[in-house]
Every structure is written in structure tokens, then in C-alpha cells.
């Protein structure tokens, strides 16, 4: 058996608001980025499931020829790149993403996994939290993806719930423009929370996808559509 090389600690930073430290590692080709104390947040070796995210957000916008998309949370590009890959030449995509090291490290040694999204001109970054976009901005987004802590469930930071809270989701249907899909994607399920969804106005879907192709642990993405 190939003995696997380990696990070497490139940079560390912290999370604002008491979210923990954030550690980046590599391991030949690999990259990790993990929390302190609760293990793997996300992997180059794995990202399915942030694919999935973007492609089948941009699929469910059919009659958009210019479409507007605000990812929340970068992690390791992969959403972001999928996004590109399939909204369209005209498209425009807002990336808010609240650790300033998050983006320096996709600028850096993480940007040719996913393909160096971050350089793309229809792509701007805002370093700032998604909550400050969603609270000033109002019908201005086609779609809003949420791949922000663990989903509901919180793994990070404490202000995380407000954008899976009544009042969180209101101001994603009030920054959404009519027909616009909110598209949150979760490590596991959550009844209360797709409750909460429908609650809001929402026309709700909910899919399971795997980590890693047809592999790996499902997750789990809500599609939930403005109507008016």
C-alpha cells in the first residue's frame, strides 16, 4: 500500500465574530481547509455537491438573458466556477465572502484547481458578510446561492443563523427579482428549515446530491423560487 504523504499547515487565520480559526493544508496536489476543533469544512478532492449547486441554479433560470447571481460564501471556488461555466457570456456574479484570507488563498495556491474563477471579468468580490448585501439590496439579484457555514445548522459563527431566520429569508425573497431562485445548500436535512421557506412565499424543491460524483455523502440544496 502507497503510504499517502501528510497533511502540511500553509496558513491559518480567524473567522470574525468568534467563528474559530480557519486552516488551509495541502497534501501533494491537495487541498483542505478545515475549522479547528470540528475537522474538514471542504477539499479540492470533493466539491459535487458545490457543482450542483451553481449548474442547477442556472438551469432553473430559463428566460434570463443577463442574469445577476450572488454567491454566498467562496469556499473553494467551485461554486463560483460552475456558476461561470453556465450562466452565459452576459452574466454577472457578486461573490461576498466575509474572511479576506478565504480570497487570497483562492487568488493563490487554490485558484488553478477551480480554474482561476476569481479572474474572470464578469466576476466581482466583496469581502463583507452575505447578510450586509441582502439587507441593502433589493430586487437586484436573479439568484442568491448560499453555501455559508453548514447550512442551518451552524458550524462557525453565531451570525450565521440570522440568514436561515425568518427575518434572513425575507430579505433574500425582498434582494431576489420576481422568478429569482434562492438556492441554499445544506450538509444534511432540515424540516423546519424548508417549513420556514415555504412560510416566507417561497415555491420550494429540495434535491439530494452526492459529495463526489456518484459518491460520497449527500447533501442536500433547496431551490426555492420568488414567484412574484
Known amino acids: 500500500m502507497k503510504r499517502m504523504n501528510p497533511w502540511v499547515l500553509l496558513d491559518s487565520t480567524q473567522v470574525p465574530g468568534n467563528g474559530g480559526e480557519l486552516r488551509l493544508y495541502q497534501r501533494d496536489d491537495d487541498f483542505s481547509i478545515k475549522i479547528a476543533g470540528h475537522g474538514e469544512l471542504m477539499s479540492t478532492r470533493v466539491h459535487g ?3 450542483a449547486l451553481a449548474e442547477r441554479t442556472c438551469a432553473r433560470l430559463t428566460n434570463c438573458v443577463k442574469p445577476r447571481l450572488l454567491i454566498g460564501g467562496l469556499g473553494m471556488g467551485f461554486t463560483l466556477a460552475a456558476a461561470l461555466r ?3 457570456d452576459q452574466a454577472q ?3 461576498a465572502e466575509l474572511v479576506p484570507a478565504v480570497v487570497a488563498w483562492n487568488r493563490g495556491p487554490l485558484g488553478e484547481h477551480a480554474g482561476h474563477p476569481l479572474q474572470d471579468p464578469r466576476v466581482s468580490v466583496r469581502e463583507v458578510d452575505v447578510a ?3 439587507k441593502a439590496e433589493q430586487q437586484a439579484f436573479d439568484a442568491i446561492l448560499l453555501d455559508v457555514d453548514n447550512g442551518p445548522e451552524g458550524l ?3 451570525e450565521n443563523d440570522w440568514l436561515y ?3 434572513g429569508l425575507n430579505s433574500a425573497y425582498a434582494a431576489l427579482r420576481p422568478q429569482g431562485v434562492l438556492a441554499v445548500w445544506s450538509a444534511s436535512p432540515d424540516r423546519v428549515f424548508h417549513q420556514r421557506l415555504r412560510k416566507v412565499g417561497f415555491e420550494v424543491d429540495e434535491i439530494r446530491v452526492r459529495a463526489r460524483g456518484s459518491k460520497g455523502a449527500r447533501h442536500i440544496i433547496w431551490f426555492a423560487k420568488r414567484i412574484i
Open 93 to 95: 456574479v457578486v461573490v
Open 165 to 167: 431566520s425568518m427575518n
Open 49 to 51: 455537491s458545490e457543482d
Open 132 to 134: 450586509r448585501i441582502l
Open 156 to 158: 462557525t459563527r453565531k
Open 86 to 88: 453556465t450562466a452565459g
